[in-house]
């Protein structure tokens, strides 16, 4: 079965599985991205890359894991990227068929985020996981930029329990009618103006590869 941890130093979360457990996610993943014009479908598309470049071994090979008849492997995505998706797949599955096997696979990794949360630091994990219980976040045109711009501000701060507080605040950013939020929106709104171009149209440059932070 699907599991995971988080990364050492606070940065996001390992999913760990066999080569089926991660089959499943990826085609669940596809059945709830909806078209390639629609909200967040980047995001989906990004989360499904990171799984099949896991199962074909082009990520992380996890030999803790390793049992007799099952090699696990794993990809890390970042806490803002796994927020963003569950949520998303949650709400997408409320608009499309779902079977019992996409059924479980959402379960699963919702149950997979809150356990790293609050293995990593309970009372802030706790504070992050109620959050997440109560709030949405919006699929709108910009989200993808809007989560990696919070993620930015995360990966920036000091290793461990420093980044994951920067964690919990930057998620209010999410929050449509957070100041920040509304700002960004209008930052976002004002680019897509000046270029002639849709929101949907922009694209962010953000290469976290070559940024020099610790997982």
């Known amino acids: ?5 988080p990364t050492e130093f606070g940065t996001g979360i390992e999913i760990i599985g066999d080569y089926w457990d991660l089959k499943n996610l990826y085609n669940t993943v596809h059945s709830l991205a909806r078209d390639e014009d629609s909200p967040g ?3 989906f598309m990004s989360f499904a890359y990171e799984i099949r470049k896991a199962n074909n071994n082009q990520r992380y090979s ?3 894991f390793v049992e007799e008849l099952a090699n696990y492997k794993g990809c890390r995505i970042f806490w803002a990227h796994s927020f963003a ?6 709400e997408n599955a409320g608009f499309t068929f779902t079977n019992s096997d996409m059924q479980a696979d959402i379960y699963c990794l919702e149950s997979i985020i809150e356990g790293c949360l609050k293995s990593f630091d309970l009372r802030i994990g706790e504070q992050i996981f109620e959050w997440l219980t109560h709030h949405n976040i919006p699929q709108t045109e910009y989200i993808e930029i809007l989560i990696n711009r919070i993620t930015l501000k995360v990966v920036q701060a000091a290793d461990g329990k420093p980044r994951f507080k920067q964690l919990r605040k930057e998620l209010e950013t999410f929050s449509y009618d957070h100041p920040e939020h509304i700002e960004f929106r209008k930052y976002i709104e004002g680019k897509a103006k000046n270029l002639k171009c849709k929101v949907s149209e922009l694209d962010d440059e953000t290469d976290f590869s070559e940024l020099n932070f610790n997982w």
């Open 62 to 64: 996890h030999y803790d």
């Open 41 to 43: 479908y980047g995001a």
């Open 1 to 5: 079965m699907l599991t995971g941890r």
């Open 85 to 90: 998706i569950i949520k998303f797949m949650r």
